[in-house]
Nanobody, 119 residues
Framework: QVQLVESGGGLVQAGGSLRLSCAAS????????IGWYRQAPGKQRELVAV???????NYANSVKGRFTISRDNAKNTVSLEMNSLKPEDTAVYYC?????????????WGQGTQVTVSS
């Protein structure tokens, strides 16, 4: 089991910046990838950014060049630095962790943190 707790959401004006953090606990040694998804009202949850154990990263096209994901393995945290925020970035942001074993995989989610970007 993996527990994820997000922090750092809030209200910011367009063009501003926010930093989200996620603290992982439990079986953190079994995590294969960790990152962020978001869900805006009336829309499906979508990938924002994810980082693997090999430190390879994957970003949604809509955030490339503006958002940066990083992880601190010693502290079991993952962060998302969000710059040049746009109103369309408004969503609930969820921390996500993937645990993959030979026969199946498990997905874990945090409770979410609201990010609101005003125009």
């Amino acid at each position: 089991q993996v527990q994820l707790v997000e922090s750092g959401g809030g209200l910011v004006q367009a063009g501003g910046s926010l930093r989200l953090s996620c603290a992982a606990s439990g079986s953190t040694g079994s995590i294969n990838a960790i990152g962020w998804y978001r869900q805006a009202p009336g829309k499906q949850r979508e990938l924002v950014a994810v980082i693997s154990n090999g430190d390879s990263t994957n970003y949604a096209n809509s955030v490339k060049g503006r958002f940066t994901i990083s992880r601190d393995n010693a502290k079991n945290t993952v962060s998302l630095e969000m710059n040049s925020l746009k109103p369309e970035d408004t969503a609930v942001y969820y921390c996500y962790a993937l645990v993959a074993i030979p026969t199946t995989q498990f997905q874990y989610w945090g409770q979410g943190t609201q990010v609101t970007v005003s125009s």
